[in-house]
T-cell receptor, first 114, second 113 residues
Framework: GNSVTQMEGPVTLSEEAFLTINCTYT??????LFWYVQYPGEGLQLLLK?????DKGSNKGFEATYRKETTSFHLEKGSVQVSDSAVYFC?????????????FGRGTQLTVWP | DAGVTQSPTHLIKTRGQQVTLRCSPK?????VSWYQQALGQGPQFIFQ???????QRGNFPDRFSGHQFPNYSSELNVNALLLGDSALYLC????????????FGNGTRLTVT
């Protein structure tokens, strides 16, 4: 079946530190991969996506590369800011029979201190 | 351009009661999906509506039902509420032609006492 395993949190960093949040997946088909971010009291916002192997998604300084050989999609940012504090979710969409349905990881809480 | 809007934002119900949550999709979107997000967990897919029909369903009991209207808006109904139904309910919309990514609303926080 389809599933996403995400790095356990919480993650606490100082401003300007390097961030990595690990994400691995299992999929029956050939999925698209996503990172969503959830700020307190809000819904989920798409942060970045990748639709095929070796694609790199990027947005707001965040990057993730679709690695089919390791079934991974790790999120990275070179220098985090206090405003990056949020919960980050890795997700996949199987583009076969369950098109439009996302499978989410459990989320990783990131707190950045000034 | 309004995004996905959900109502109400918060709701408190008693065990055994019934609840209806509402969602208006982003302009131009025709597909609506509902997710349940328990505290500290990732969202879990409930079901998806397109052309006023349920197209996919996750592992949720029949107490969870939905509807989509001709204007693409949608309702989620939960009957015989249980304490475990307390969660943030998220609506997401997308375009069938364009496919992903989903656009999410801010959710309805349901508390069952």
């Amino acid at each position: 079946g389809n599933s996403v395993t995400q790095m356990e949190g919480p993650v606490t960093l100082s401003e300007e530190a390097f961030l990595t949040i690990n994400c691995t997946y299992t999929a029956t088909g050939y999925p698209s991969l996503f990172w969503y971010v959830q700020y307190p009291g809000e819904g989920l916002q798409l942060l970045l996506k990748a639709t095929k192997a070796d694609d790199k998604g990027s947005n707001k300084g965040f990057e993730a590369t679709y690695r089919k050989e390791t079934t991974s999609f790790h999120l990275e940012k070179g220098s985090v800011q206090v405003s990056d504090s949020a919960v980050y979710f890795c997700a996949l969409e199987d583009r076969g029979s369950t098109l439009g349905r996302l499978y989410f990881g459990r989320g990783t809480q990131l707190t950045v201190w000034p | 351009d309004a995004g996905v809007t959900q109502s109400p934002t918060h709701l408190i119900k008693t065990r055994g009661q019934q609840v209806t949550l509402r969602c208006s999709p982003k302009s131009g979107h025709d597909t609506v999906s509902w997710y349940q997000q328990a505290l500290g967990q990732g969202p879990q897919f409930i079901f998806q509506y397109y052309e006023e029909e349920e197209r996919q369903r996750g592992n949720f009991p029949d107490r969870f039902s939905g509807h989509q209207f001709p204007n693409y808006s949608s309702e989620l109904n939960v009957n015989a509420l249980l304490l475990g139904d307390s969660a943030l309910y998220l609506c997401a919309s997308s375009s069938r032609v364009g496919g992903s990514p989903l656009h999410f609303g801010n959710g309805t926080r349901l508390t069952v006492t």
